[in-house]
Each structure stands twice: as C-alpha cells, then as structure tokens.
Nanobody
Framework: QVQLVESGGGSVQAGGSLRLSCAAS?????????MAWFRQAPGKEREGVAA????????YFADSVKGRFTISQDNAKNTVYLQMNSLKPEDTAIYYC?????????????????WGQGTQVTISS
C-alpha cells in the first residue's frame, strides 16, 4: 500500500519561507519513482511546481518557482522536501505530493498514480 503524507503547510507573510515534507510509505517504483509537488489554488487547475527523479536526483521546476523553491530527498526516509523561499501571495494553494514512474511529461497530472491528501499554504501580503 503506497501512502503519501504531506506536512509542513501553514500561514506566513510574503517574503517568508516554508518547508513541506512528503513521507512515502514506499517509493512505488523504487529508484524509478518520480516524486512531484503540485498545487491548486481556489478556482484554478492543479499545476505542477517541482519534481525529483529519486534515482538520479535530477530536479525540475515550474517557471513560476524557479530560483525560489528547491526540492530534495532523503531516500533513507522515503521523504521528499519542498523548500519554499521568497513566498508570494500567489503561492497560496493546497500543495499535493504525487508519485509516478519516471520523470517525463512531468507536469501532466494524469500520469501520476499516487497522491497525498494535501497541505494548505497561505501567504499573506
């Protein structure tokens, strides 16, 4: 049973930082797993934010977060982190962790087989 559990959400002022964690019960595709963070703001579609190939450690970022967000992993703990700096009000959303096999067509959410329950991030101006 694959479970993804996000944590670390909260409310901060613009310019602040948060670190989200996604703990996986297992990486469903072992070292071929691609772990990603998506977010969904009210009234908007879910969009990809960052991804990491757990085998190679290669990382990918949406243009909207490049230079502000980093993604990392602790394979010993099957945990992926999203460090979010210089946060903006437009980063406000529910952030979801997701897993699939291989990192390609990364932002296509239909390709992700496993999802967490989400964690709320609220940025005030």
């Amino acid at each position: 049973q694959v479970q993804l559990v996000e944590s670390g959400g909260g409310s901060v002022q613009a310019g602040g930082s948060l670190r989200l964690s996604c703990a996986a019960s297992i990486y469903p595709y072992s070292s071929s797993t691609c772990m990603a963070w998506f977010r969904q703001a009210p009234g908007k579609e879910r969009e990809g934010v960052a991804a990491i190939a757990t085998g190679s450690g290669s990382t990918y970022f949406a243009d909207s977060v490049k230079g502000r967000f980093t993604i990392s992993q602790d394979n010993a703990k099957n945990t992926v982190y999203l460090q979010m700096n210089s946060l903006k009000p437009e980063d406000t959303a529910i952030y979801y962790c997701a897993a699939r096999k291989w990192c390609f067509d990364i932002w296509n959410r239909a390709e992700y087989n496993y999802w967490g329950q989400g964690t709320q991030v609220t940025i005030s101006s």
